[in-house]
């Protein structure tokens, strides 16, 4: 099928390696921000958001970082595997929508 | 299980002709949305619905209609004036708090394609 990461920043990773994806934002008055997961032909998933009023938030082998100074967003993964491959994608919010990012391809070799 | 059902999961489209992609929530969640995806672009918003009965425009609602006649269906219709209609598209659905919008959860998507 299509693959929605054509043409996407990629990053390829060892696994058991960490990985660092980043995203920058334009609106400087959102307040929550969150990283979405999405695997070839599925819809996003969820994997951790921030409120503005923190610069980190850790999950299970998560952690996402916010610099409202330079508008920037990065995802940590940690012992990144295999079944980490998929494209990241960071959201902002607005008042009534998300704007999303592009998206980064992660590839993860055995 | 609660989630979002987006069904069919492929549809083909003939010139002329107006499809209807079906959304389905029973997550009780009072906002719906509508994206579409091409290779290699983010999400971009077609329509969205903050309440039953009342939807709003997106940054790509031409050639798309939308209805919200009940809490659970947001269903979207690509009409034959969208001229550029295959894409995956998805539905997504969240409860608001305070007006600002948080995290939204995504149905698998309808690949649209053209015959």
């Known amino acids: 099928g299509e693959s929605v990461g054509l043409h996407l920043p990629t990053l390829s990773v060892q696994e058991g390696d960490n990985s660092i994806i980043n995203c920058a934002y334009s609106?400087?008055?959102?307040?929550?921000f969150i990283w979405y997961k999405q695997e070839s032909g599925k819809g996003p998933q969820f994997i951790i958001d921030?409120?503005?009023?923190?610069d980190k938030r850790q999950g299970q082998r998560v952690t996402v970082l916010l610099n409202k100074t330079v508008k920037h967003l990065s995802l940590q993964i940690a012992a990144t595997q295999p079944g980490d491959s998929a494209v990241y994608f960071c959201?902002?919010?607005?008042?009534?929508?998300?704007?999303f990012g592009k998206g980064t391809m992660l590839l993860v070799s055995p | 299980d609660g989630g979002i059902t987006q069904s069919p999961k492929y549809l083909f489209r003939k010139e002329g002709q107006n499809v209807t992609l079906s959304c389905e929530q029973n997550l009780n969640h009072d906002a719906m949305y509508w994206y579409r995806q091409d290779p290699g672009q983010g999400l971009r918003l077609i329509y969205y619905s903050q309440i039953v009965n009342d939807f709003q425009k997106g940054d790509i609602a031409e050639g798309y209609s939308v209805s919200r006649e009940k809490k659970e269906s947001f269903p979207l219709t690509v009409t034959s004036a969208q001229k550029n209609p295959t894409a995956f598209y998805l539905c997504?659905?969240?409860?608001?708090?305070?007006?600002?919008?948080?995290?939204?959860?995504f149905g698998d998507g309808t690949r649209l394609s053209i015959l």
């Open positions: 609106n400087s008055a959102s307040d929550y």
């Open positions: 959201a902002n919010s607005g008042y009534s929508t998300l704007t």
């Open positions: 921030i409120r503005s009023n923190m």
């Open positions: 997504a659905s969240s409860s608001p708090s305070g007006g600002v919008t948080l995290a939204q959860h």
